[in-house]
């Protein structure tokens, strides 16, 4: 009997071990703090990739608006450069109408296009008031004609209306549309792309 006595202990012992090492298993499996922090952070970006994209009538267009002969026209801020005076503009020839001429910015020669005469509307006389936004892409650089800067505003994109029917050819080509308020939004992308209407030079020294 004296071997029985002996095994039960054993036993338990052995149970007690069984049962320590299962709980030191588990405690590693559970994940501390920082990875679940980790988890939840990758989970959130999954999820923000799954998100459907915002309705178009909640995209906007940000533009620069400028006035010529009590006409308002815009174009896409990212293309505006600078504002500057309208000075020694000097007429170039062998150009479209719509050429003004060819003005010094800092050195730089900048043909000036004047918008009125792409749509064959009544002119209005130059004055030392009148401003050049100074429009710029990656390949090119023109000087637009402006009476007044009115400033940056939003356009809902929704708000763009088709060109009007009366502008067409060269005009219907450089419009993005009409506002309700009839703020002409001008193409700036496609302006700057047409190579055939802008003069470039470099001043040397």
């Given amino acids: 009997m004296a071997p029985e006595k002996k095994i039960a202990p054993a036993w338990r012992e052995l149970e007690r071990r069984l049962e320590t ?9 559970e994940p501390d703090a920082e990875e679940t922090r980790r988890t939840l952070r ?21 533009v620069v608006q400028f006035l010529l002969a009590e006409e308002t026209y815009a174009v896409e801020a990212r293309y505006v450069r600078e504002v500057c005076l309208l000075e ?3 007429p170039l020839p062998c150009t479209p109408a719509f050429v003004l001429g060819i003005a ?9 296009i004047d918008i009125k005469r792409f749509f064959e ?9 009148n401003k050049i936004l100074i429009l710029e892409s990656d390949a090119m650089r023109i000087g637009v004609l402006a009476d007044a800067v009115v400033g940056v505003r939003r356009i809902p994109l929704a ?19 009409v506002t309700p308020e009839r703020t002409v939004v001008l193409d700036a992308g496609r302006l700057l792309a047409a190579k055939s209407i802008v003069v470039r030079e470099q001043v040397a020294g």
Avoid: C, M, Q
């Fill in 42 to 62: 990758a989970r959130a970006a999954a999820l923000a990739k799954e998100a459907p994209a915002a309705p178009l009538a909640d995209a906007h267009l940000e």
């Fill in 21 to 29: 090492a299962h709980a030191a298993l588990s405690r590693a499996w």
């Fill in 159 to 177: 708000a763009i209306r088709p060109s009007l029917p009366t502008l067409t050819g060269i005009r219907e080509e450089f419009l993005r549309g």
């Fill in 104 to 112: 010094n910015v800092r050195g730089e020669i900048l043909s000036v």
């Fill in 121 to 129: 509307l009544p002119e209005k006389g130059l004055t030392d008031l």
């Fill in 88 to 90: 020694d503009l000097a």
